[in-house]
């Protein structure tokens, strides 16, 4: 049996590539048509159509962006593979993971620490929101325990690049951190040390605009004691100041009054885990409780949470969660799996990591561009 050479293969190759989208017709035209297409079917046809589906002038789809860390925290090296900690993009077309093109410019990924002998028990916090179609860097720690980032590290998927911030005013860590609409809110937190002018802090970053604005400052510092999310939704930020079932104290920030608001009651009493709104403040608030796994969403009007997805072993101690267009994505298994739910079907299925990798956060956001069509 004669097999093709490598020129043979590398013509047919070179002929696929170059034939149109649509017979008939010019691409830019076949590329509208082929625009209302699900991506999944256009990746399972050809070569061309799979190009056409990554490049900037095609419709971007949405992907699950994971920030991971290393479950054996060995010596690094300085190859950027040995990095504790890693930013990656799970393409749903392909089914596979892939790193985001670039590290963070500044600092270097090896200076933001996940663990320290001081702290045994619990994890070090990075805080990261998804806004305005950006992936931002907000609050991590070094490994002398002191704010490492000073200006917010912003991935832009359509350029396929890092860019710094501007910088923060007082670096942090430990705070509450949020997104709504283009804009990113740093609450609360410590700095170098405990400041109790910082620990009422709030600032916030419009991406579309130049540097931090000051905005009404919390009544006290309760909300410095842990990393917690700022859900923007209906208008506002919501949050509480400890994760999980313990007894804790919520807060409402209304983003068009500058003003805090008590939290309702029926609402803090379900908040009993990570929690993450639909679609950036449009849609509803979604909680996965850390006891017993249940997925619920908040009813406003109501003021009480209503069940999504009952009980789930995995799903327990769940580390993050993210949501869009009705799909809940949820780190379970301790953050070694992410469990993808759609909240409108009840269908499930869940997504493996890359081998020896962990979940520390999790977003949706366009796919990465992959050059010119």
């Known amino acids: 049996m004669l097999l093709p050479s490598k020129r043979s293969l590398l013509s047919a190759t070179t002929a696929e590539d170059l034939q149109p989208l649509l017979p008939g017709l010019p691409d830019n035209i076949a590329q509208l048509c082929l625009s209302s297409v699900p991506p999944s079917l256009l990746f399972s046809v050809c070569r061309s159509w ?17 920030l991971l860390s290393k479950t054996d925290q ?6 950027e593979e040995d990095d504790p900690i890693g930013f990656f993009i799970y393409d749903p077309i392909a089914g596979s993971w892939s790193r985001l093109p670039e590290s963070p410019p500044d600092p270097p990924i090896r200076r933001i620490i996940v663990s320290h002998p001081c702290f045994l028990s619990r994890q070090i916090a990075i805080q990261s929101v998804a806004t305005g179609g950006r992936l931002v860097l907000l609050a991590a720690s070094d490994d002398r325990l002191l704010p490492a980032l000073h200006r917010p590290l912003v991935f832009h998927p359509a350029s396929r690049r890092w860019s710094a911030g501007p910088p923060i ?11 709504d609409y283009g804009a990113v809110y740093l609450v609360s937190g410590v700095g170098s040390t405990y400041r109790s002018d910082v ?3 709030v600032e916030r970053w419009d991406l579309r605009s130049g540097n931090w604005e000051t905005l009404a400052p919390l009544r006290d510092g309760r909300f410095c004691r842990e990393a917690v999310e700022a859900v923007g939704a209906a208008g506002k930020l919501w949050m509480v100041n400890v994760r999980g079932r313990g007894a804790k104290e919520g ?5 068009g009054r500058d003003q805090w608001e008590e939290m309702p009651s029926g609402m803090m009493a379900g908040w009993t885990g990570p929690a993450a709104s639909d679609d ?3 849609g509803a608030i979604y909680v996965v409780d850390e006891g017993t796994g249940e997925v619920r969403a908040y009813e406003f009007e109501e003021d009480s949470w209503r069940l999504v997805a009952p009980a789930e072993e995995a799903r327990k101690g ?6 869009s267009k009705g799909k809940v994505c949820v780190a379970v298994c301790g953050g070694h799996a992410v469990e993808v739910f759609d909240a ?4 499930k299925w869940v997504v493996e990591l890359p081998s020896g990798m962990s979940v520390i956060d999790l977003h949706v956001l366009p796919r990465v561009s992959e050059g010119e069509f």
């Open 344 to 347: 409108r079907s009840g269908r």
């Open 169 to 179: 005013s007082t670096p942090r860590r430990w705070c509450a951190a949020g997104s």
């Open 74 to 79: 060995s010596p690094l090296s300085d190859d």
């Open 318 to 323: 769940a580390v993050a969660v993210t949501a």
């Open 199 to 201: 620990a009422r802090s």
């Open 50 to 66: 799979r190009r056409l589906i990554y490049s900037p002038s095609f419709p971007p789809f949405l992907c699950l962006y994971a």
């Open 251 to 255: 807060a409402v920030y209304n983003i």
């Open 280 to 282: 950036e403040g449009a």
